[in-house]
Every structure is written in C-alpha cells, then in structure tokens.
C-alpha cells in the first residue's frame, strides 16, 4: 500500500512540471505574436492608422541631443533617404538657423536616418528658397494632415507645422493617437470620417 506522503512527493513534483509546460507554451506563443507585432511594426511604418512613430533605438546618442534641442527629434521615417541627404549636408544654413556639428556626429546621424529613412511617400519637393526640404511638406504629411485648416497651422500656439507636440500632446513619446490631440482651441479634435 501506497505511503499517502509519496502521493503528496508525487503531486508535489508533477505540479511545478507542468507549470514550467504551461509557461513554455504560453512564452511560446507570446514570442509567436511578438514575432508578428514585430514585423507589422517593420512593414507598416507609415500605413494607414500609423499613429506611432518612435525613433529606432539604435539612434547614436548625439541624435537626442542635437537634433532635439530645437524642436522635436524627428522620426526619420518621415523623410526620404536623398531629402535627409540634403538637410544634413548644409547644417549650417538650416532653415535660417545654424545646426552645425563635428563631422563624426553629422555623419552618424546622416547614416542613422538614411538607414530608417521612409520611401516615395515621404519625398519632399526641393524648396525654392534654397532651404533643405521639410518632412511636413511631404505628400504623406499633407494627406494626413488635409483636415486641419490653415488657421490652425499660423496660430500663435503652433506657429509651424513642424511643432508636433503643439497638437499631438504626446509626439515627443512618438504617440499620435487621434485622441491624444489637442487643437490649438484648447478642445480635442473632433471625431471625423477619417479617409486616409
Ligand atoms: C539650433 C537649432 C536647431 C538644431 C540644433 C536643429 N534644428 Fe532642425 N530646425 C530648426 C529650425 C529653426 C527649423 C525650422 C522650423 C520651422 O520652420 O518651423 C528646423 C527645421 C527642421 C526640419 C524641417 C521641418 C519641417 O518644417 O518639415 C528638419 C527635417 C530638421 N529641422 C531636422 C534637424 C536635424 C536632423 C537636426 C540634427 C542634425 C536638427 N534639425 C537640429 C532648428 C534646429
Ligand atoms: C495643428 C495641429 C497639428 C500639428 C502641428 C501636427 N499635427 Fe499631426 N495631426 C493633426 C491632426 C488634426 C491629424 C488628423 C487626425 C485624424 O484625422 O485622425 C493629424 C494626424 C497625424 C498623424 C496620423 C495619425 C494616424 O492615426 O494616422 C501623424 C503620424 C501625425 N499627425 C504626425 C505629425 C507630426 C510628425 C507632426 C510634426 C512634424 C505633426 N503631426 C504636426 C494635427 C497636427
């Protein structure tokens, strides 16, 4: 006859097996749909509903602090590989402003945003005051952007369509959520046909 202490031993090791099983399969699953979260992530950059846009973290560390000093580090899906090109090969005359660097800090971070540069989409006409191209003049950026009126761009609040964070409350987390906006009216913006 069975000692009842065995069947305690017995339950005792069976148990903790199959919660390492259970955890193996549930880890398992999780890295599966990671996995696809992953690559829709890597493959729809810039799809419709694209409301999150953070920068990639193999940033070199002088993007942060450079190239966010003055307005928001911009995600460089934004911009066409030439268009990034074309604003990092004359900081000096940017848009008015002197954005120069050291050589290897320009060319880390030329390198970085072309490397996770966006496509035709994000191709910007050549500016004809001589000014490297701008991400908000982008077909991308203007359809996205088709229902906000031009008062809203040239309030005292927002001054340039390059001040994301005067709309899109959490743009420096690279979050744009619909309901994460704030109009320079002070009110949410309101729910509309979105046809993207
Ligand atoms: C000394 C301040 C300063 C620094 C540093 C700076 N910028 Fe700018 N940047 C500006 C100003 C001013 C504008 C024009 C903003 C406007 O018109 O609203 C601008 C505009 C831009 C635009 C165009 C935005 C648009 O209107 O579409 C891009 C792209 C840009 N900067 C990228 C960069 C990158 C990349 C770096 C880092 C290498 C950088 N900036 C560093 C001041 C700066
Ligand atoms: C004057 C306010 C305003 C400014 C400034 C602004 N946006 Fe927007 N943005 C909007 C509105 C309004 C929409 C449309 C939301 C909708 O209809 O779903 C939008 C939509 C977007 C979307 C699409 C989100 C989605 O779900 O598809 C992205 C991404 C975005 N903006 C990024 C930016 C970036 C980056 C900047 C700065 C370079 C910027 N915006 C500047 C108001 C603004």
Request: glycine fraction near 6%.
């Amino acid at each position: 006859m069975r000692h009842p202490s065995s069947l305690i031993v017995m339950r005792g090791l069976a148990s903790p097996r199959n919660r390492k099983d259970f955890t193996r399969m549930f880890t398992h699953r999780q890295r599966a749909r990671n996995a696809c979260l992953f690559a829709l992530l890597l493959s729809l950059p810039l799809a419709a509903g694209a409301d999150k846009l953070v920068i990639p973290a193999n940033a070199p560390p002088a993007f942060q602090a450079e190239c966010g000093a003055c307005h928001l580090a911009f995600p460089p899906t934004l911009l066409d590989a030439r268009g990034w090109r074309a604003v990092m090969g004359r900081l000096d005359r940017h848009y008015g402003d002197n954005a120069s660097l050291d050589e290897p800090a320009r060319r880390a971070i030329e390198d970085f945003l072309v490397r996770h540069a966006g496509g035709d989409k994000v191709r910007a006409p050549v500016p004809a005051n001589g000014e490297p191209p701008r991400l908000t003049a982008t077909p991308w950026f203007k359809r996205k952007h088709h229902e906000v009126p031009d008062k809203d761009w040239q309030d005292a609040k927002v001054k340039s369509p390059a001040n994301c964070g005067a709309c899109h409350t959490r743009a420096a987390e690279g979050s744009y959520r619909e309901r994460e906006i704030i109009m320079p009216n002070g009110r949410p913006l309101e729910e509309e046909d979105d046809d993207n």
